[in-house]
C-alpha cells in the first residue's frame, strides 16, 4: 500500500516532475514507463473514461489540468478515489503556492515542486492534509534559503 | 556559465531538435567540467546541481554529478543542503556505493539542533531507504518519537514504515512505540501511525495480536472524526478528514481480519462502520472515498447481515452515479462481493446490464464480467440477449474468445430448452464466429449430434445457412455449416427448407455454391483455410450419397477432383483417398459414410463428475484438472484467453477422436482409381449470381475477398488486387491484399511500391495493418487511379520485405481487370 511513483506530464508528453517513490527502477525503465503511460492516457476521452486504469501491476490514477497531465502509480488494493482526491490536494497546493499555477511555473521552478510535494507525499504516503500547514512549512523554509 | 533560468531559457528556446541538443551537450560539459574544479564554492556547486536536475527532468544522464551532490548536502548552509537532499533523493539509486557516504551525513543531520534540517534528511531517508541505511540509521528515527516536535514525529511516522518495509527486522523496534503514538490527536500523526501499523503488521507475525488491541482506540478516533463538526482545515468538500478516515479504515480491516480478533471488537467495527455509512451524503469524490473504503471493509471482515445490505445497497447507489470513477469502483467491488452476496447483487441487475453500454472500455469488460457471474437458470434469457447484443457491438476483438467460451459455458449450464440453446450458438457464431476456439466448435458440433429432434435439426440448419449467407466470413461459422450440410443434407433436401431472411430453398445449388466458396476461400489464415478444405472435402464426400440430381454429384466429383493435386499434403492426401470411396459402389458407400454416433456426452460429465478416469488419454486426465480449477475462476478471469471449461474439454476429446476412427476406416479401405472429366460451369456460375453486388451492399466488400484467387503469389508472399467499384469515369478504386503464405515465417518491414502508365495519376490511401505479415496477418491498401476513360488499368509492383530477417525483392506486373476506366 503506497504510491509508487507521480508524474506530471504535459499534452506531447514532456517531463515537467518525476518523483519515484521506489528506487528500483532503472533509468531506461523510467524513460520507457513515462512515454508509454503518455501514450495510454493522452488517448483516453476524459469525458467517457474513468481516471483510473491497470498498468504494470500498478494502477494508474491521473488527472488532467488545462494542459498537464497529473498522474499517480498505486497498488492495485488501494484506494483509487483516495488516491485522485489527495492528487487534486497536491494541485491545490500548487495553485495556491503561485496563486494560479501554469505549466511555466513549473518549468522555471521545478525544484519547488519538488520541495512541496515532499511536504505533501513522504515514503509514498500522503503525509499531510492540511494545506494552510503545508504552505506555512513551505514559506517557512524558502525564507531559510 | 550563466543562471538555471539561461539555462532553461536557451533549452526552450530552441527551434529544433538538433538546436536543443546541442544547447544541453554544451550545458552539461560545463558542469562536468567546474566539477572537476577542486576548489569549487558551494554557490557555483549549488547552480551546478540544480542545472543537473533540470538535466534529470529532461532525461539526460546526471550519473557523473552524484559525488556532487553528497558533498552539496555536506555544506552547512540550509540552501545548500535543501537542494543537495533533494538531488541526492532524485539522483541516486539505491545499488550504489555512494550511499554509504550519505549514511554519514544523514548521521549527523538527524541530529542537528535545527529541526527544519532534521525534517530534510528524514525525507531524504523516506526516499532512498535501502536495507542498509535501514539498519544504520533507525536508531535516530527512533530518537525523533521522543521530541515534542509533532511535524518531525509525523515524518518518522512514515519513515519507520518504510524502514519497517525495507528490513522486517526493525518492526520489533518501532512497535514499543506504538502504544504511545495511538493517542495521539494531530490527525496528521495518526495518519503516520496507521501506515506504521500496517507496516508491522504487515512484517511481523508475533506483533499482531498487541496490534489488534488497537482496535478500541483506532475506532474512537474514528468516531471522534465523525462526529466532529466543520473543520475548515481538515474539511474537503463538505467530509472532514477524508484521508484520515479512509487510512483509519483501511487499517481496520487489516486488523479485523486478524484471527485473533475477538468478537467484541468485530462488533465495535460494526458499529463505527454503520455509522460512518450512514453519516455521509453521497455525491461528492471526498465522501465516495470514505463510502468506498467502508464498503471494501464491510465485506472483508466477519459483518452483520444488515450491515452486509447495507454495503451493497451503497454501491447499488455508486452504480447508478453519471461519474464513471464511481461506477468503476462500484463494478470493481461487486465483482468481489457476488461470491458472499450473491442475492443482493442480482437485484442490481438492471443497473449492471445497463453499463454494457458505457462509453468507457474498462466500465463495459467489469460488467461483462459480472453479467456472467450472475447469471443463473432464472435470468438466463435476458442476460444472454443482452450479453449477444454486446457482441455484436463488440470492437474489442481480445473481449470476443472470452465472451464465446463463457456464452457456451453459461448456455450449457443454464438453457432452458434445445431450441433455446441452438439458436444462441448461431446467433453467436454470426457475430464472432472467427473468435470461437477449436474446442468450441467440436462441443457444438456434438451437440447438434445429439440432437434427437428431426425438426430442431433441420431449424438449425436453416439457421446455420442463413446465417452463413449473412457473413461467409466468420471462420467457425463455416465450419459448422459445412460439417452440418455434409452430416445432414438429406434432412433438407428432402423437405425443401428455406432460409429466414433471404427465403432461399436450400437444395444441391445452395448446398454446392456454399460448399465452392468454400474451397475457394482467401479470407482466412493459411491453417484456417487447410482446416475448413478438409471439412469440405468431408462434406463432399458425405454429400455424395444424399445428392439426388447426377449433375450434382458429377459437381461435386469436379471440385473433390481438383483437390487432388494441392500443394497441402494434408488436403492432398485426404482428397485422394475420397476420389478412391467416390467410385465405390452406393451400398458400400452408404455404410462408409453412415451418419456419426452422437458422441456420448453422458459419460463425459460422469466422469469429470467422479472427478477420476479410467481413460487411457492422458489429453482427458488433463481436463479433468481444469475442471476442478477453472470452473470458479473462468468466471473471473477476463484475460486469460485459453479459458475453457472442463466439460467442453471433455467433450472435444471425445468428438476428436470419433472423427479420427471414421477417418482412419476411410483410409484403409481399398477401391479402383478412375479418371473424371472436368468441366460444367454452370454450377461455378451460381456463386456470382449469390454474390452480386447490386443485390446487397455490405455482401459486395466481403464476397470477392472469399471467392477470388491471389493475382500473385510466390512461395512468401501473395498479392490480390479487388477492385472496390466498377471502374468508370476515368476512375477506379482497388484494394490490394498482401498475405504471407507461410504461417511460421516472419516477414517484416514490409513496402509495396505501384506504378502507373505516365497516362494515369496513382494515389495510394490508406493502409490497414502495420507492415508485417508475421502471425498470419495481412496488409490492406487503397489504391486510387485516375487516368483517360476508356484505358486499361496495369500496375507495376514492387514488393520489398524482410523474410526471416533477410532483404527480399518481389516484382510483377497486373493487368488483370477487364474493366477500362
Known sequence: MAIHYILVLNRQGKTRLGKWFNNAYTEGEKQRYTSEIHRLISSRASKIQSNFIEYQQCKLVYRRYAGLYFISAIDISDSELASLESLHFFVEVLDTYFDNVCELDLIFNFYKIYYILDEVYLAGQYQEISKERILERVRMLDKLD | MGSLKTFIKNVRKS????????????????????????????????????????????????????????????SPRFADKRLGYLATTLLLDENQEVLTLLTNSLDNDMQHPNPFIVGIALCCLGSVASADLARDLHGNVERI?????????????????????????????????????????????????????????DASPESRPALVKTVPRIVGHIKRVVSTGYLPDYDILGVTDPFLQVSLLSTLRTLAMDSTCSEKYLEEINDILTQVASNIDTGKNPAHAVLYECIKTIF????????????????????????????????????????????????????????????????????????????????????????????????????????TSQLIYVSDKFSPNQKWHFDTLTRMLRSA?????????????????????????????????????????????????????????????????????????????????????????????????????????????????????????????????????????????????????FTQDLQLKKGILAKMPPPVMKEAQTMSLQGSSHQKSGRVDNSHAKNSTDNGNDLLDLMDDNTTTGVETNYAANSQDLLKDIFGDVGNSNSNPTTGTNGNQSTNNNILDLFDPASNQSRAVHAPEVSKAPDYANSNIAVTFIPRSVPQNGSATIEAIVRGQQPNASIEDLQLLIAVPKSQKLTIASAAGDNSLSNGKSIKQVLKIIGKEGSKIKLRVKVTYNLNHQNVEDMFDFAGIKETL
Open chain 2, 145 to 201: 518519537f521522543t521530541s515534542n516536535n509533532p511535524y518531525l514525529k509525523k515524518k518518522a511516522c512514515f519513515v519507520a514504515a518504510k524502514l519497517v518495509d525495507r528490513d522486517p527486522d526493525l518492526a520489533e523496534t518501532f512497535m514499543p512505540k506504538i502504544d504511545q503514538l495511538i493517542g495521539e490527536k494531530s490527525p496528521s500523526i495518526l495518519l503516520g501511525v496507521s501506515r506504521l501499523i500496517q507496516a508491522i503488521y
Open chain 2, 300 to 403: 472483508t471482515i466477519r459483518s452483520d447481515q444488515s450491515l452486509r445490505v447495507l454495503g451493497v445497497n451503497l454501491l447499488g447507489k455508486f452504480l447508478s452515479s453519471k461519474d464513471n470513477n464511481t461506477k468503476y469502483v462500484a463494478l470493481n467491488t461487486l465483482l468481489t462481493v457476488i461470491s458472499i452476496e450473491p442475492q443482493a447483487v442480482q437485484r442490481h441487475r438492471s443497473t449492471i446490464v445497463s453499463c454494457l453500454s458505457d462509453g468507457d472500455i474498462s466500465i463495459r469488460r467489469r460488467a461483462l464480467e459480472l453479467s456472467f457471474a450472475i447469471l443463473n437458470e432464472s435470468n438466463v434469457r435476458v442476460l444472454v440477449r443482452e450479453i449477444l447484443q454486446f457482441l455484436e457491438n463488440c470492437q474489442d476483438n481480445e473481449l470476443k474468445p472470452y465472451i
Open chain 2, 15 to 74: 527551434k529544433t531538435i538538433a538546436d536543443e541538443r546541442a544547447v544541453i551537450k554544451k550545458e552539461s560539459a560545463s558542469i562536468r567540467t567546474s566539477f572537476r574544479d577542486a576548489g569549487l564554492d558551494h554557490t557555483t556547486r549549488r547552480i551546478n546541481i540544480s542545472k543537473l536536475l533540470y538535466l534529470y527532468i529532461l532525461g539526460e544522464k546526471t550519473h557523473f554529478g552524484q559525488v556532487e551532490c553528497l558533498k552539496l548536502l555536506a
Open chain 2, 433 to 581: 464466429g472467427s473468435d470461437v476456439s477449436s474446442e468450441s466448435v467440436s462441443h457444438i458440433l456434438a451437440l447438434i449430434m445429439q440432437c434427437k429432434d428431426t425438426e430442431l435439426k433441420k431449424h438449425v440448419i436453416s439457421k446455420l445457412v442463413s446465417s452463413w449467407l449473412h457473413d461467409s466470413t466468420q471462420f467457425c461459422l463455416s465450419l459448422v455449416t459445412i460439417w452440418t450440410l455434409g452430416e445432414y443434407g438429406d434432412l433438407v433436401l428432402e423437405s425443401g427448407i428455406y432460409t429466414e431472411e433471404t427465403e432461399k430453398v436450400i437444395d444441391d445449388t445452395l448446398i454446392l455454391s456454399i460448399i465452392e466458396s468454400g474451397i475457394n476461400n482467401t479470407t482466412f489464415t493459411e491453417s484456417e483455410t487447410t482446416l475448413l478444405v478438409s471439412y469440405v472435402l468431408t462434406a463432399i464426400i458425405k454429400l455424395s450419397i444424399k445428392f439426388k440430381r447426377p449433375e450434382s454429384i458429377e459437381r461435386l466429383r469436379v471440385i473433390l477432383n481438383s483437390k487432388t493435386h494441392d500443394t497441402n499434403l494434408e488436403i492432398q492426401t485426404r482428397a485422394v483417398e475420397y476420389k478412391e470411396i
